[in-house]
């Protein structure tokens, strides 16, 4: 019994690195070829495995792109994801500073990779379809924080807690690709002190 789980095992260990080893290829391939001209053969060779293998875990170069879009926006979500429970307009202006200010940096940082998925956006409808849902699930954590501060009374509250959470993300998405695309007027922090104070002082009481 224990032999045949220990078999199951390794064969799964090997399936996870084997899995792991054509990403980091295909990571290589695409920012050295752009999405349209990067191929699954490329990230083969480069992986140094078999082609039936790669296909057992994933079925085109889009699949794989998505998973490393994943992996990229785990970093901005993260950011998203710090505790919201601020007990004046203050606290909240300072929470809001920090995560656009966060936010707009990791633009930076991942630069290379979000003009990968900016180009695949562009082109492909099933990465078009993957980047509405990953602004989707930012929207609907923006719109939690403002239903809290509106419950707590720092924030108006006949402003619909969507729409707001719309604009808002809206706001931090342009100037997200402007920086990707290094085409930023200023500097992060200069951007990131301006929408904040904006967007805080026309919903914050």
């Not at 633009?107 to 290379?112: D, G, M, Q």
Request: proline share 1%.
């Amino acid at each position: 019994m224990n032999e045949k789980h220990d078999v199951i095992d390794k064969r799964h260990l090997r399936s996870i690195k084997t899995k792991q080893k054509l990403l980091e290829a295909a990571k290589e391939v695409f920012l050295e070829e752009g999405f349209q001209k990067a191929t699954i053969s490329q990230m083969i060779k480069k992986a140094g495995i078999g082609y039936g293998t790669a296909y057992v875990h994933f079925e085109g170069k889009e699949e794989i792109l998505m998973i490393l879009m994943d992996d990229v926006m785990e970093k901005f979500y993260d950011i998203a994801e710090v505790s919201f429970l601020p007990k004046t307009k203050e606290e909240a202006r300072q929470i809001i500073l920090s995560q656009a200010t966060a936010f707009l940096k990791m633009a930076e940082t991942e630069r290379s990779m979000m003009q990968l998925f900016e180009q695949a956006i562009g082109i492909s409808p099933s990465i078009s379809t993957k980047w509405k849902e990953i602004r989707e699930k930012f929207i609907q954590r923006i719109s939690k924080d403002i239903a809290f501060a509106q419950e707590r009374g720092l924030a108006r509250t006949e402003l619909n807690h969507g729409l707001v959470a719309r604009g808002w993300f809206f706001t931090n998405e342009m100037y997200l690709w402007e920086i990707v695309r290094n085409e930023h007027l200023g500097t992060v922090e200069e951007i990131a002190g301006t929408m904040t104070a904006v967007y805080a002082n026309g919903l914050y009481i």
